[in-house]
């Protein structure tokens, strides 16, 4: 079975903190993504990457930065944390071919004060 | 660009009723792809169609990839509470590797 670990499931921060929320897969994927889901706007896509060190901004990608300098991690920063960055964050992975699925971590639930 | 719209958006049934969602766009797909989500967890593979007209089961789950590939339905027999979730369909995004997903249904299941 994949396994797409995400390094937290809550997280607390303050308004300006630089957060960086960590995804890890098991599977040698190629391709990893990060999401937002919130209520009444579905999953948004803010970045992928199709392999290290090559990333791509999503739908959304304004107030974040990711990182991938190995093939199994891919990081999500927010540069200065804001209210409206407040959110559940799901992290994805799949394979380079045609029309695969993605799976998913648990998500982190991050609340910016 | 590509969008999927899935309906209903919620859903309340009571236990052991039926439940059917579907998902259309105005793009033609190669695949089409279920997910469901439990309370505060990641979305979950449930069925993935690679063939339009192919119809397949999962325990008491059923896709279909619909004929002109520009649809696909999920059914659920049935119900129990543990069904309670949100459902989303999936179709390969305009670049490589993404997917674009369906707003999602709601289902809550009453005892």
């Known amino acids: 079975d994949v396994k797409v670990t995400q390094s937290s499931r809550y997280l607390v921060k303050r308004t300006g903190e630089k957060v960086f929320l960590e995804c890890v897969q098991d599977m040698d994927h190629e391709n990893m993504f990060w999401y937002r889901q919130d209520p009444g706007l579905g999953l948004r896509l803010i970045y992928f990457?199709?392999?290290?060190?090559?990333?791509e901004k999503g739908d959304i990608p304004e107030g974040y930065s990711v990182s991938r300098e190995k093939k199994e991690r891919f990081s999500l920063i927010l540069e200065s944390a804001s209210t409206n960055q407040t959110s559940m964050y799901l992290c994805a992975s799949s394979l380079r071919q045609d029309h695969q699925p993605q799976h998913f971590g648990d998500g982190t639930r991050l609340s910016i004060l | 660009g590509q969008q999927l719209n899935q309906s209903p958006q919620s859903m309340f049934i009571q236990e052991g009723e039926d439940v059917s969602m579907n998902c259309t766009s105005s793009?033609?797909?190669?695949?089409w792809l279920w997910y469901k989500q439990d309370p505060g967890e990641g979305p979950v593979l449930l069925i993935a169609?690679?063939?339009?007209?192919e119809l397949t089961s999962n325990g008491r789950l059923t896709a279909q990839f619909g004929i002109t590939r520009k649809d696909s339905f999920l059914n659920i027999s049935a119900s129990i509470p543990s069904d309670v979730g949100i459902y989303f369909c999936a179709a390969p995004g305009t670049s490589y590797g993404k997917l674009t997903f369906g707003q999602g249904t709601i289902l809550t299941v009453h005892p």
């Open positions: 169609l690679y063939k339009a007209g």
């Open positions: 793009s033609i797909f190669n695949t």
């Open positions: 990457s199709y392999d290290v060190k090559m990333k």
